[in-house]
């Protein structure tokens, strides 16, 4: 189904090292920010001016934990445990990548890793959140034509 | 660079490939490795532990756990899947039965 504006987010793809997590997860966050450096100089006219300097990419999937073969825990606690670097893929939509379906991947890295998380009866939940890892930052690609050959170069 | 066939033998999908299911891909060796260690893949129509070990690989993982501890494996709990499990049995009965498509279990 083509992407529809102002639509709410129900079958966002969310895929780690390979492994689609997307039905253990209820809330993703890609963010791409800058650092603000003040070049302010004398004989302006009173506003600050800023440039921007280095971006920090950072995604971040709100996860339920799962501890079944090849699930959330047997995936991320050993990425965690080792400081591997792994590729993480988020798109909008479960369906081919495209402009209005863009996927936004990063090779990342985790730091937090919260293996056991709930009060008594409720269901067990964390919030993994992936700082980039390689040169490449945050890359989005509109086919998966362009995923795959950036998975390749890696 | 021949691709390998895989299996899905997680409780989630890989690469697109529901559980249960095969496929072909040309993984990074890190990366087939990491699954592999999850119990996400295994390679597909491989001679490996489950096809060596008749009857193992219809217990369940408690009964491989307590057959194992039988056999003085240690903490087969905290092996990542049935696949690992079975090895490792094979390797507690038989240390130079890992290379041979022998059958010694009942």
């Not at chain 1, 639509?7 to 603000?36: E, H, M, Y």
Request: proline share 7%; hydrophobic share 35%.
């Amino acid at each position: 189904m083509p992407a529809l504006p102002k639509a709410p987010l129900l079958d966002a793809s969310i895929v780690i090292d390979g492994v689609d997590v997307s039905n253990s997860s209820n809330k993703v966050t890609v963010k791409d920010s800058r650092a603000k450096h003040d070049v302010t100089g004398f004989q302006g006219e009173g506003y600050t001016e800023n440039t921007p300097g280095l971006k920090t990419a950072e995604i971040s999937i709100d996860v339920f934990q799962d501890y079944t073969g090849g699930s959330i825990h047997q995936t991320c606690k050993p990425v965690y445990d080792n400081g591997e670097a792994v590729l993480i893929v988020i798109k909008p939509d479960d369906e081919p990548a495209s402009a209005e379906n863009p996927a936004l991947a990063m090779v990342a890295k985790l730091y937090e890793y919260t293996p056991v998380d709930a009060k008594v009866g409720d269901p067990q939940s964390m919030t993994l959140a992936w700082e980039n890892g390689s040169r490449h930052g945050l890359k989005e690609f509109k086919s998966d034509a362009e995923l795959e050959a950036f998975e390749a170069e890696l | 660079m021949p691709q390998a066939r895989w299996k899905v033998t997680g409780t989630r999908p890989v690469r697109g490939h529901r559980p249960g299911k095969e496929f072909e891909a040309d993984l990074p060796d890190a990366q087939a490795q990491r699954l592999q260690a999850s119990g996400a893949i295994v390679p597909a129509g491989e001679t490996s532990a489950p096809e060596k070990t008749d009857g193992l690989s219809g217990l369940n993982r408690e009964e491989l756990n307590a057959l194992a501890a039988d056999h003085g494996v240690e903490n087969p709990d905290g092996l990542a899947n049935k696949v690992a499990v079975i090895e490792a049995i094979e390797a507690a009965k038989s240390p130079a039965a890992a290379g041979s498509n022998d059958n010694q279990e009942e």
